[in-house]
Each structure stands twice: as structure tokens, then as C-alpha cells.
């Protein structure tokens, strides 16, 4: 767009951010206030970057949990805030919202949903499409820098592009949908204005670990093992998927994603203890006693495990025990047996650093919910600027729940901002 036709236009909102929340914001916007003039104004020169690559590029737009009290608890950081945009926007208003629109959702046996095209493009096609239909404004490669309300409370939105051009916005409304940012030093226009920030951190990463025994296994999987942080108090069950940097797989994204701060704390490099099964300790104990007690005259590396213990991490198994897979079973001495007990439940690695998910990338941080107004999204003190999606230190595990808290939060702050209009302008059509 021309830079003097965007900055002579009048707008009543101008949304900061041109991904999933600043996108899905400014759609319900017009779809609940027709006649609002609104510009989405992005700072790089990509629109839906992460809806893009979501779901190795398939976009995992939300997961299939129509309980509010379940979906959150798959939030490490930001129940507070999403209660409330979760009672007016869940993942059935989502499933519906896509399906009205031509879009609609499948579910996967693990609860994510994703479009039946298996296509990202599809999401954000549908989002740029809506866009032009509903003649909101777009504007590439301008960064907010400053914020501030004139005397008349109009706000005034200063942005710079690549080139040190500057260019000012009024606007009646601020939508804040920048995404989850990679240092404090994006948060410089709240802290301008007072507003609490929670310093950001890495969350949903995978675990570097230097062990080419380990890493020579990239590739193999388990269903369900078990994931433990020395230090850390909580366990996570899930898949685990060995890599040729160490290990990932869900059980490892949600722990990395509930230990964010203390992991960064520790500056990524910490023990884990990883369990190849999820047995409890005693059953798990029960099954291998007896598999070696019916099998007295084979060898160890020939046991007839169950379906859950690939053989190759069986075979690790017994590398670290220091335990010959030729050896039979009736030579195991107890202390053999109790470590290879140990190593199927509790096998150490050392991990030396993190490697982000794919090319996703989610932080732990951002506007902290003491600076919010719950019921509308609204930052406390500033009436009219709002703050949606990842800006806020909301922050959800993998599998959809991130998309469906900017896809909520969104919601919320439209209806927030249509109310707040149809009140000022009481003639003004609500739909």
C-alpha cells in the first residue's frame, strides 16, 4: 500500500501484527462491525508465517478437547487470561467458525485437527482471502516503536521500515498482535507505557544431548516412555522419537514447554532421565523377571519384548547396563537385572542444549495478566489498546493449543472493541 494513502486513511483500529491473532482479530472485527475501517500492519514482509509452517506446513489449527477445564490445563502460563476467552470462544465455536467458512477440520488420533486438505495454505489462504472480502487495509515491513493518546484519546502508532522511514497511524483502537518475541527488547513499547512484561524465554524445543550411541538409533520411537528433569518435580508421559541431535517427540516438547523457566535458568544443560516405557516401576519389574525366567536358555538381546520396546532401544538398553545381548538369560546376575530395570526406566542423558521445534518457535512470556483486563483483553490504564494471541504470556504445549488461544483471544478483543463501538455509536449495525 502507498505510504500516503495508508497514513492520510482514517482508521478506527490498527492491528500490530499480521499473524494468526492479528489476522483472526481484525476478520471477527468486520464480521462483527462491518463499517470499522482497519489495517493490519506487519513488520516483516510475511503474512502468517507460523500458520504456514504449523504441522510441517499441514497447520495444526486447534485440538480436539471441548472441555474448557481440560483445555486448560494444557496451558503452562495463562489459564487466568484464557478462562474467560475460552467461555466465549472454545474449540467448537473454531470448528464451526472454519466449517461456515468452507474449511473443514479433521481429527487425528492424538487430538489435533488439522484442514482435511492437509494444507496450510489452506488457513492462511482462507485468512488473506476474508482480508480483501472485508477491505481490511495491509501493510508490510513497518515495526511499531512508540505508542501515546493525544488529548482527544486518539492513538498514535509510530513505525519505522528497514529504510529509518518513519510513518504515524491514528486510530481509535490498538490492536497489540506482534507474536511471541525473542527478548525483552520488543516489549519497549509497553514498558513506555508502564504495562508489566514478563521477561520471554524459549518454550516447545527439543533436547540437544551428546551421545552418538543415542544418537546413532535417529529415527526410532517409542509409544510411551516417560520424561524427568533432575531438579525438576514434575514427570511427562508421551512419545519419545530419538533424533540425530538427541531426543524429541511430544513427551519432550510438553516438558520443555512446562519447564521453560527453570530450563532457562539452568541455561539448557541439566540431566534427563528417560523412560523407555510407562509402566510403574514394579510391573515393569514383574514383566522382565518373567520374560527372563521363561526364557532361561536364550539370549538376552532375543527376549520377546512387548510391542511398546523396539528393539533397538533394547538393544541400548543393554549397551548401558553393560549387559553382551549374546548372554543367556539363566547368567544374569540380580545386579545386571536391576540395571537393566533402571535403564529401561531411568536411562540418563546429559543435555548440553535445546534445537527449536521444527521451524515453530513459542516463548514462555510476554503482557502478564495483572496488566489485563480479563473479560476484554484491554491493557489497565489504557483504554483502547488491546493485546492478543502470543504477546500475551500465555503460552500453550504442542498439539494445536497455541493456535486455539490466538484464535480465542482474538475473538475476544473484536467483541470487546465492536461493543465498545456500537455503544459510542448507538445506530451502528452489530452482527
Not at 537393566?340 to 521445534?357: A, C, H, Q, S, Y
Request: charged share 20%; with cysteine.
Amino acid at each position: 500500500m502507498d505510504l500516503e494513502k495508508w497514513t492520510e486513511k482514517p482508521y478506527d483500529v490498527v492491528v500490530v501484527g499480521g499473524g494468526a491473532a492479528g489476522f483472526f482479530a481484525a476478520i471477527r472485527l468486520k464480521e462483527l462491525h462491518p463499517q470499522l475501517n482497519i489495517v493490519i500492519v506487519e513488520k516483516t514482509q510475511k503474512l502468517l508465517s507460523k500458520v504456514r509452517v504449523s504441522g510441517g506446513g499441514r497447520c495444526n489449527v486447534t485440538h480436539n478437547c471441548l472441555r474448557n477445564s481440560e483445555l486448560l490445563s494444557s496451558y503452562p502460563r495463562g489459564k487466568r487470561m484464557l478462562k474467560e476467552a475460552f467461555n466465549m470462544w472454545n474449540v467448537s465455536n473454531t470448528i464451526d467458525w472454519f466449517e461456515k467458512h468452507g474449511v473443514a477440520l479433521k481429527t487425528e488420533a492424538d487430538g489435533r485437527m488439522f484442514p482435511i486438505t492437509d494444507n496450510s495454505e489452506t488457513i492462511a489462504g482462507l485468512f488473506e482471502f476474508l482480508a480483501k472480502k472485508y477491505a481490511i487495509d495491509i501493510v508490510k515491513g513497518w515495526e511499531l516503536v512508540h505508542l501515546h493518546k493525544d488529548a482527544e484519546n486518539i492513538w498514535s502508532s509510530e513505525f519505522f521500515n528497514k529504510d529509518k522511514e518513519s510513518a504515524s497511524v491514528k486510530s481509535e483502537f490498538v490492536v497489540l498482535a506482534m507474536g511471541g518475541q525473542q527478548n525483552l527488547n520488543h516489549y519497549a513499547v509497553l514498558q513506555q507505557l508502564g504495562i508489566n512484561v514478563k521477561f520471554p524465554v524459549p518454550s516447545l524445543f527439543t533436547f540437544q544431548i551428546k551421545d552418538s550411541v543415542l544418537t546413532a538409533l535417529s529415527g526410532v520411537a517409542v509409544e510411551s516412555g516417560n520424561v524427568k528433569l533432575v531438579g525438576f518435580d514434575v514427570a511427562f508421559q508421551g512419545p519419545i522419537l530419538v533424533t540425530h541431535w538427541g531426543l524429541s517427540g511430544p513427551a519432550v516438547l510438553k516438558t520443555s514447554a512446562w519447564a521453560a523457566e527453570w530450563l532457562n535458568e539452568k541455561k539448557y544443560q541439566c540431566t534427563v532421565l528417560i523412560g523407555w516405557v510407562s509402566d510403574p516401576e514394579n510391573q515393569f519389574r514383574e514383566v522382565i523377571y518373567q520374560l527372563v525366567e521363561d526364557n532361561l536358555k536364550k539370549n538376552i538381546g532375543n527376549l520377546p519384548l512387548p510391542q511398546t520396546l523396539p528393539n533397538r532401544i533394547w538393544n541400548l538398553i543393554l549397551e548401558k547396563s553393560a549387559v553382551s545381548t549374546e548372554k543367556k538369560c539363566f547368567e544374569l546376575s540380580k545386579s545386571e537385572k536391576n540395571k537393566i530395570v533402571e535403564n529401561t526406566l531411568r536411562m540418563p542423558f546429559d543435555i548440553i542444549g535445546k534445537t527449536t521445534f521444527k521451524e515453530e518457535f513459542v516463548t514462555a512470556g510476554g503482557i502478564e495478566d495483572v496488566s489485563i483486563l480479563l473479560k476484554s483483553m484491554e491493557l489497565i490504564d489504557n483504554p483502547g489498546l488491546f493485546a492478543t494471541g502470543e504477546f500475551l504470556n500465555i503460552d500453550g504445549v504442542t498439539g494445536g493449543f497455541n493456535f486455539q488461544a490466538a484464535w480465542s483471544t482474538a475473538n475476544l478483543v473484536a467483541q470487546s472493541i465492536a461493543k465498545k463501538k456500537n455503544q459510542s455509536s448507538p445506530n451502528s449495525e452489530n452482527l
